[in-house]
C-alpha cells in the first residue's frame, strides 16, 4: 500500500508485523465490559451521484446461511473450502505470523458480543496510536492460490474519524518481504494485492489494489505509481478514472460508527499473460452480501508461479485521527464466496 493523503502526496510506508516493526505503536483497551482477554487513501469527490440499488453479487454466488443462531465460534464446523478461519475464539493470538507478536498495545483481545450480540464472544480491537502508524494482523496461509476469498466482519467505534486518510486490509500475492511496499507497479512477476478501505470524502467502502496493470494514479508509467480504486470515485474519465468499467455505477453505502458490517473480496490472478491483452485478473467486493462490484479486466501477473497466499486485515492512518478504532471477528479465507452469518 502506499501511504497518500490523496492523489499526488506520497511517501513510503513500512506496515507493523510485515517488514519491520518501525516503531509503530498501537494504543490498546478494555472490551465494552472492560475485559482484558490477552494481555493513500483514494481520491474523494464530494459532488453528488445518483444512488441506485446494489447489482446481483457478482461470481458464485454464497452458500445457503444456517438457520438458527450462530454459534460463537464459527470455526469448530468450518466448511471443506475454508482455508484459515479465526473468530478470536483461540485464547490467544499465536495463530497470527506478526514479527512484533501482536501485543496488546498494538492489537488486543476483548470479551465483547460481536455481530450476533453472542455472550462470551471474543473479538480483536485495532486502535492506533495518534497521528501516523496503524495496526495489523498477518496470515501467512497453509496453501498458495490462484483465487481466493476473504470474509470478515468490522466495526467501526464510537467516534471514528472516517475522514482521516487511512488504509485498510485484504489479500497478498508474492513474497512476504513485499507486503505493503508501495510508489511502484509491481512487474507481474513479484507481488500483486488487494485491500478493502473507505474513502475519505464519501465515506463509503472501496478496494485498493497494486497489480502489473494499474494506471489510475501512474505519474511516471515506467516508474511510480499509486493504487487503483474499485469502483473508481475520482472523477468521471478526465484524470483518474479513464476506463468506464472501472468506475461506480453506485454510489456504496455510507458507513457508520458502532455497526457491524460484513465484508467480502475476491482477488484472482487470472490467466498469466505477458500484456494487457485478453487479461481477466479479478477483483470482488461486498458489503452485507450485497456486490460493490465485480472486475475481471485487470492484468494481476505474468507468471503462474505468482500466487495468493497472505491475508492481511490493516487499520492505518496517515496522520492526526481520533482516537479510536475498529473491531473484527469472523474471519474466514476460502477457495469459494463465504457470505454471510444469516441474522448479520
Same mark, same amino acid.
Given at each position: =500500500?502506499?501511504?497518500?493523503?490523496?492523489?499526488?502526496?506520497?511517501?513510503?510506508?513500512?506496515?507493523?508485523?510485515?517488514?519491520?516493526?518501525?516503531?509503530?505503536?498501537?494504543?490498546? %483497551?478494555?472490551?465494552?465490559?472492560?475485559?482484558?482477554?490477552?494481555?493513500?487513501?483514494?481520491?474523494?469527490?464530494?459532488? *453528488?451521484?445518483?444512488?441506485?440499488?446494489?447489482?446481483?453479487?457478482?461470481?458464485?454466488?454464497?452458500?445457503?446461511?444456517?438457520?438458527?443462531?450462530?454459534?460463537?465460534?464459527?470455526?469448530? &464446523?468450518?466448511? +471443506?473450502?475454508?482455508?484459515? %478461519?479465526?473468530?478470536?475464539?483461540?485464547?490467544?493470538?499465536?495463530?497470527?505470523?506478526?514479527?512484533?507478536?501482536?501485543?496488546?498495545?498494538?492489537?488486543? $483481545?476483548?470479551?465483547?458480543?460481536?455481530?450476533?450480540? $453472542?455472550?462470551?464472544?471474543?473479538? !480483536? @480491537? !485495532?486502535?492506533?496510536?495518534?497521528?501516523?502508524?496503524?495496526?495489523?494482523?498477518?496470515?501467512?496461509?497453509?496453501?498458495?492460490?490462484? @483465487?481466493?476469498?476473504?470474509?470478515?466482519?468490522?466495526?467501526?467505534?464510537?467516534?471514528?474519524?472516517?475522514?482521516?486518510?487511512?488504509?485498510?486490509?485484504?489479500?497478498?500475492?508474492?513474497?512476504?518481504?513485499?507486503?505493503?511496499? *508501495?510508489?511502484? @507497479?509491481?512487474?507481474?512477476?513479484?507481488?500483486?494485492?488487494?485491500?478493502?478501505?473507505?474513502?475519505?470524502?464519501?465515506?463509503?467502502?472501496?478496494?485498493?489494489?497494486?497489480?502489473?496493470? =494499474?494506471? #489510475?494514479? %501512474?505519474?511516471?508509467?515506467?516508474?511510480?505509481?499509486?493504487?487503483?480504486?474499485?469502483?473508481? !470515485?475520482?472523477?468521471?474519465?478526465?484524470?483518474?478514472?479513464?476506463? +468506464? #468499467?472501472?468506475?461506480?455505477?453506485?454510489?456504496?453505502?455510507?458507513?457508520?460508527?458502532? #455497526?457491524?458490517?460484513?465484508?467480502?473480496?475476491?482477488?484472482?490472478?487470472?490467466?498469466?499473460?505477458?500484456?494487457?491483452?485478453?487479461?481477466?485478473?479479478?477483483?470482488?467486493?461486498?458489503?452485507?452480501?450485497?456486490?460493490?462490484?465485480?472486475?475481471?479486466?485487470?492484468? =494481476?501477473?505474468?507468471?503462474?508461479?505468482? #500466487?495468493?497466499?497472505?491475508?492481511?486485515?490493516?487499520?492505518?492512518?496517515?496522520?492526526?485521527?481520533?482516537?479510536?478504532?475498529?473491531?473484527? &471477528?469472523?474471519?474466514?479465507?476460502?477457495?469459494?464466496?463465504?457470505? %454471510?452469518?444469516?441474522? *448479520?
Amino acid at each position: =500500500m502506499d501511504n497518500t493523503a490523496g492523489k499526488g502526496a506520497h511517501a513510503a510506508w513500512v506496515p507493523v508485523g510485515a517488514i519491520a516493526l518501525l516503531g509503530l505503536l498501537l494504543a490498546g %483497551c478494555g472490551g465494552d465490559d472492560g475485559t482484558v482477554l490477552d494481555a493513500g487513501p483514494g481520491p474523494s469527490d464530494s459532488g *453528488s451521484r445518483d444512488s441506485a440499488p446494489p447489482m446481483d453479487s457478482p461470481g458464485t454466488p454464497p452458500p445457503d446461511a444456517p438457520t438458527g443462531p450462530p454459534p460463537i465460534d464459527e470455526c469448530a &464446523d468450518r466448511a +471443506p473450502e475454508w482455508i484459515f %478461519c479465526s473468530g478470536f475464539e483461540e485464547g490467544n493470538k499465536d495463530i497470527w505470523d506478526d514479527y512484533d507478536g501482536n501485543p496488546d498495545e498494538t492489537n488486543l $483481545l476483548l470479551a465483547d458480543r460481536g455481530p450476533f450480540d $453472542l455472550a462470551g464472544n471474543t473479538v !480483536m @480491537r !485495532m486502535r492506533p496510536l495518534p497521528g501516523r502508524g496503524g495496526a495489523d494482523l498477518v496470515k501467512e496461509l497453509p496453501s498458495t492460490h490462484d @483465487r481466493l476469498f476473504a470474509r470478515w466482519y468490522i466495526k467501526y467505534e464510537p467516534g471514528f474519524d472516517f475522514s482521516a486518510p487511512n488504509h485498510g486490509g485484504g489479500l497478498h500475492a508474492g513474497s512476504r518481504d513485499l507486503l505493503g511496499r *508501495s510508489d511502484y @507497479r509491481p512487474t507481474g512477476s513479484d507481488w500483486f494485492g488487494a485491500w478493502v478501505e473507505h474513502d475519505t470524502g464519501l465515506h463509503v467502502s472501496y478496494v485498493y489494489s497494486y497489480y502489473r496493470g =494499474m494506471y #489510475q494514479d %501512474c505519474a511516471d508509467p515506467s516508474g511510480s505509481c499509486w493504487g487503483d480504486h474499485f469502483p473508481c !470515485m475520482a472523477d468521471e474519465g478526465t484524470t483518474y478514472c479513464e476506463k +468506464p #468499467q472501472h468506475r461506480e455505477t453506485f454510489v456504496p453505502p455510507t458507513l457508520t460508527t458502532d #455497526q457491524w458490517y460484513c465484508v467480502e473480496l475476491l482477488l484472482d490472478g487470472g490467466t498469466p499473460t505477458g500484456s494487457e491483452t485478453g487479461a481477466n485478473g479479478t477483483i470482488g467486493l461486498w458489503v452485507d452480501d450485497s456486490a460493490i462490484g465485480l472486475w475481471d479486466d485487470l492484468w =494481476m501477473r505474468t507468471t503462474a508461479d505468482l #500466487q495468493i497466499g497472505i491475508l492481511w486485515l490493516s487499520l492505518f492512518h496517515h496522520g492526526d485521527h481520533a482516537p479510536v478504532g475498529a473491531d473484527y &471477528d469472523n474471519v474466514v479465507v476460502s477457495t469459494e464466496r463465504v457470505g %454471510c452469518i444469516a441474522g *448479520s
